[in-house]
Antibody, heavy 124, light 107 residues
Framework: QVQLQESGPGLVKPSQTLSLTCTVS??????????WSWIRQPAGKGLEWIGR???????NYNPSLKSRVTISVDTSKNQFSLKLSSVTAADTAVYYC????????????????WGQGTMVTVSS | AIQMTQSPSSLSASVGDRVTITCRAS??????LGWYQQKPGKAPKLLIY???SLQSGVPSRFSGSGSGTDFTLTISSLQPEDFATYYC?????????FGQGTKLEIK
């Protein structure tokens, strides 16, 4: 079965760029009607969708973060990545990667597989 | 962005109780709504998609209903493993937005 695993630094200094990678195992990142997404959750708070990428390379970003976010995909490594620039303490959160499956014929549109999450702290 | 409002924000209930959580969208979203369960320290888990379709492997005591702006998640008979936080999510348009969560606690 497909599994996702986030990796990257757990501590980032203010004004620097947060970089995370999500490795997909048990299946090809290029197959199927999947969008590969990033979602974050500050401690004790709710979930915020950051953005997504299709294997074609097309992206969508949350307008609230769009100026600072870049999501890319490396199909040869079966990975996709998140970069968030000019971070502040408000970006401290658990970051999840997730697969969004879109199947209009069956109305199956959902974040059906998630990574375990990785905590990123922004602090000097 | 579409605002998703869940109620209640927290709920105390006992094993065996029937529980209902509601989610209201700030505009119509057809049935483009999912329900997710999150336990402490864990990633969210998909329970319901398309407002009322049960994800494979999810117990049948979970059910969803609604369309347009008003949706409900019902747990017919609470089990100990159901105590968690529940989130609704609209994916009708971008950006997808979550409700603020409903924390279900043991009474």
């Amino acid at each position: 079965q497909v599994q996702l695993q986030e990796s990257g630094p757990g501590l980032v200094k203010p004004s620097q760029t947060l970089s995370l990678t999500c490795t997909v195992s048990g299946g090809s990142i290029s197959s199927g009607s999947y969008y590969w997404s990033w979602i974050r959750q500050p401690a004790g708070k709710g979930l915020e969708w950051i953005g997504r990428i299709y294997t074609s390379g097309s992206t969508n970003y949350n307008p609230s973060l769009k100026s600072r976010v870049t999501i890319s995909v490396d199909t040869s490594k079966n990975q996709f990545s998140l970069k968030l620039s000019s971070v502040t303490a408000a970006d401290t959160a658990v970051y999840y990667c997730a697969r969004y499956t879109q199947d209009s014929s069956s109305w199956y549109n959902a974040f059906d597989i998630w990574g375990q999450g990785t905590m990123v702290t922004v602090s000097s | 962005a579409i605002q998703m409002t869940q109620s209640p924000s927290s709920l105390s209930a006992s094993v065996g109780d029937r529980v209902t959580i509601t989610c209201r969208a700030s505009q119509g979203i057809r049935n483009d709504l999912g329900w997710y369960q999150q336990k402490p320290g864990k990633a969210p888990k998909l329970l319901i998609y398309a407002a009322s379709s049960l994800q494979s492997g999810v117990p049948s005591r979970f059910s969803g209903s609604g369309s347009g702006t008003d949706f409900t998640l019902t747990i017919s008979s609470l089990q100990p493993e159901d105590f968690a936080t529940y989130y609704c999510l609209q994916d009708y348009n971008y950006p997808p937005t979550f409700g603020q969560g409903t924390k279900l606690e043991i009474k």
